[in-house]
């Protein structure tokens, strides 16, 4: 997907779900801290999908985990994924972001 939309302004993507970002988070961290099981499996999978329209697979799977503890009602290692795995992999995926806005690649 990323492929053919490079023609037509993948900065635009990258842009939306950049700004969208903080709000992801945010969420995912208000269903945590409210111990709400289906809001967290709502908010990881809408995080989620915005991932996967920009390929970042290694994200993706650490929402499929977010999910997979929401569905089993496991919130303590949901908190531990959200602590210990997204906030890395979050600032990875958005300085990659950046450079291909900068470079287009």
Not at 16 to 27: A, G, S, V
Not at 72 to 76: F, G, I, T
């Given at each position: 997907m990323r492929q053919d939309m490079r023609g037509r302004g993948i900065n635009w993507l990258i842009d939306?779900?950049?700004?969208?970002?903080?709000?992801?988070?945010?969420?995912i961290q208000e269903a945590l801290t409210t111990h709400d099981s289906e809001l967290l499996h709502l908010k990881a999978h809408k995080f989620k999908g915005g991932c996967k329209n920009l390929g970042a697979s290694r994200v993706v799977a650490w929402c499929e985990q977010l999910e997979t503890c929401a569905q089993?009602?496991?919130?303590?290692r949901a908190a531990e994924v959200f602590a210990n795995e997204i906030p890395r992999e979050v600032k990875?995926?958005?300085?990659?972001?950046e450079r291909?806005?900068?470079t287009g690649k």
């Open positions: 939306i779900f950049l700004n969208e970002l903080p709000t992801y988070l945010r969420e089993k009602q496991n919130l303590q990875e995926l958005r300085e990659a972001l291909e806005k900068l």
